[in-house]
């Protein structure tokens, strides 16, 4: 359009289909060519336009220039940072064991699964081995907090696409299951619950029956989610071949956890570096051929059905037994101990005050949290505090590579992608 | 588990890596001379044998009072063959202490080493975006250095404009 | 909270008794209407964004205290509930949103963070969004339960009830200097 007549080079006098008129629109998005003077041709403008950071669709912390033609996104540049509240630093001014609440709100949908990948690189690097019944109740409650995860997602998700009754059913889902958290830990959102050297409490007496009950109930509210969205045909219109990655391009992003399954890698942690008790469990990992939000979706609805089984193997297996390592070292002693023996106090004092001696040197621990791999670069100068606490989040490759997905598609196919990649702002901007 | 890659990695280029060490929990590292990065990890990912197609996690460390001050850590994956390796590169202070950017290799390190500089402030070069990443333009310093205080805040400044953010590459019509 | 009511001079003409009284009777059932049809925009940034999804849905369930109507726009919204950590990058924007905003309006800090910048005690976070803009409502905790924030969006009802409302209110807008507002 370089010989401009009239706004945007178009000359609105001039025959459809003629030199004057520009390029024609293409076919069955505008009014068929040819109806003479009614015709209005609509030419497709460049425009720059911001989404967010305070936008519900940018889940409040993410800002999104967008560089539009007509509606085909032809550029995006994103700009994070506004949940940036400085997880690293603050944990390198605290002792080991204050850490856990800030991994709680790494990602604050899935807290325990921050805790317990944190223990488990603190626990790597102090060669310390948990006790059996302390990696049972580890997973549980992973796996229960992946549960709610994913709810949360596909609620989420639902609803920016326009099903209000999907979010509301998910919510009531994620709220029998914190309930029961709340009883096992005493929070119903950022738990704390892990321990270095095991988990802070057992489980009360009858949780266990409480907790399959509830399952059972989510298990039909999930279900009915699935009857509600799998066959939608607004949902699977707006989810099926938009925001595609294809495996090269996952891998070379760096995509971790259900949305590199989506797009045919099967790569689990849990499956390739078994930790904990993955190894004596038997569930599949579910993975997608086409990579689109469609899959990524259905992913999550299967993952959750593989929690479901996991945690139901867990609750059978388990024995009772210690759920945290005796060695006053790394745990606390228990309360007659402190109150009553000298050691005891002593114990307790240098682990409260001066932190728990974790030997020198640096590891990298990971774990497949709900979003993908979870990873604890620690290093540790033999003091009581943390020297370098790098945490590899799960969201962020996937946030990173949002403007590769969504180039050269229709910006309202931006909300069910960025919703699909599950931008947790706590874990990605930290 | 995979002494191969580090036995070939150190075969392959005996100048540039060295001191190869097995880390707690038996992960393979080794160091690296930060100049020739780029093509030991193109070596990494492209040799079928050792197929390492992700780099999962970049970090840097900073150990103050050491020389050379600074550290990048590359945490690298093949999920081909289910191996891991981490190599570190030393990266002195200052600006002669550039380090060649891998986004060639690896697109998904570009936020990586943006982090990396923004926390940092370790350049790397080659990288086709070098902005800040979490903070912002008018932050002075980098918060993550083990010399800038923990409560070290900065006087508040004014949203930015639309045209402030979008300065990538794009068509000239932009206003 | 004293009513402008009780600042009434004692001796007053008939003409303005009767202003007065209707004045009161106007602010109370102009307060009344106001503090159930309460908009909120939703201002969410963190942690406390999931119990704000629960707040908001069948369970908990705001809408029984006529607080459930989020608006996207703070130009339609008259309660501002900044949900979870505003860090100083974000600071600019959350002045911004409360600049929009018509009056009346009031604030809740909705959490720890909100309220004091909790255990982040560090160079990227905002200790407490009472620096920026006013605050009407406090609601502690790392992230509240359900029950907390309803507390206080009951404590705000009360507020709204006993301020003075005007049917119209031609005060000029405060002018709050610096910071990015245009």
Known sequence: ?430 | MSKAVIAALVERFPDAVHAPYEGVGGDDCAFVERSRIVDVCRFLKEDPALAFNMAPYITAVDYLGATPRFEVVYNLLSTVHNKRVRLRVKVPEGPEGVVPSVTSLWRGADWFERYCWDMYGIPFSGHPDMRRLLMYDEFEGHPLRKDYPLRGRQPLVAEREVHDIFRGPGPASRD | MASELDGLPVIATRREEAEGFLQGLVSKSLGWARKYSLFTYPFVTACCGMEYMTMASARYDSDRFGAAMPRFSPRQADLLMVVGTVNCKQAPILRRVYEQMADPKWVMAFGVCASSGGFYDNYATVQGIDRIIPVDVYVPGCPPRPEQVLDGIMLLQKKIQNQSHKLIDRKPLPVIAGGAGR
């Open chain 1, 1 to 430: 359009m370089s010989e401009a007549k009239g706004v945007g080079g178009i000359d609105p006098r001039a025959t459809p289909g003629s030199a004057g008129a520009g390029e024609r629109p293409p076919v069955g998005t505008l009014a068929p060519a040819g109806e003479g003077e009614l015709y209005a041709p609509m030419p497709s403008k460049h425009m720059v336009i911001n989404l967010g950071p305070s936008h519900p669709a940018m889940h409040g912390v993410t800002r999104a220039v967008v560089e539009l033609n007509g509606e085909i996104i032809e550029e995006m540049k994103l700009d994070i940072g506004f949940l940036h509240r400085g997880f690293e630093k603050s944990c390198e001014n605290v002792t080991w064991g204050q850490v856990f609440p800030y991994t709680d709100r790494l990602n604050y949908v899935s807290s325990i699964m921050n805790n317990v990948g944190f223990a488990l690189a603190v626990e790597k690097l102090a060669k310390l081995d948990v006790p059996e019944r302390a990696k049972y109740l580890r997973v549980i409650t992973s796996e229960i907090h992946r549960i709610c995860d994913h709810l949360t997602l596909v609620g989420a998700m639902a609803m920016e696409l326009g099903a209000m009754t999907v979010f509301l059913y998910g919510i009531e889902a994620r709220d029998l299951l914190w309930d029961r958290l709340a009883e096992l830990c005493g929070a119903r959102l950022t738990s704390n619950y892990a321990r270095i050297g095991g988990v802070a409490r057992d489980m009360p007496e009858g949780w266990q029956e409480k907790t399959l009950k509830v399952m059972d109930r989510v298990v039909a509210i999930r279900e009915e989610i699935g009857q509600l969205l799998n066959r939608n045909r607004i949902f699977i219109d707006r989810c099926r071949n938009t925001g595609k990655v294809s495996r090269e391009d996952a891998l070379e992003l760096g995509f971790t956890g259900p949305c590199l399954r989506a797009s045919g890698e099967p790569y689990d942690v849990r499956k390739a570096a078994p930790y904990l008790v993955y190894d004596r469990l038997d569930f599949d990992i579910p993975v997608g051929s086409n990579g689109d939000n469609f899959d990524r979706y259905l992913m999550r609805m299967e993952e959750m059905r593989q929690s479901d089984k996991i945690v139901r193997q867990c609750f059978e297996q388990m024995a009772p037994g210690e759920i945290i390592v005796q060695d006053f070292r790394y745990a606390l002693p228990p309360k007659p101990l402190v109150y009553g023996t000298i050691e005891g106090v002593m114990a307790h004092f240098k682990l409260v005050m001066e932190g728990i001696k974790i030997p020198a040197g640096e590891v990298y621990s990971y774990t497949e949290a709900a979003n993908g791999e979870l990873g604890f670069y620690v290093v540790s100068d033999g003091g009581g505090r943390p020297y370098k606490l790098g945490l590899r989040a799960p969201g962020w490759p996937m946030l990173a590579a949002l403007p590769v997905m969504t180039k050269g598609s229709l910006l309202s196919d931006l909300i069910p992608t960025f919703d699909s990649i599950n931008m947790i702002g706590g874990e990605v901007e930290q």
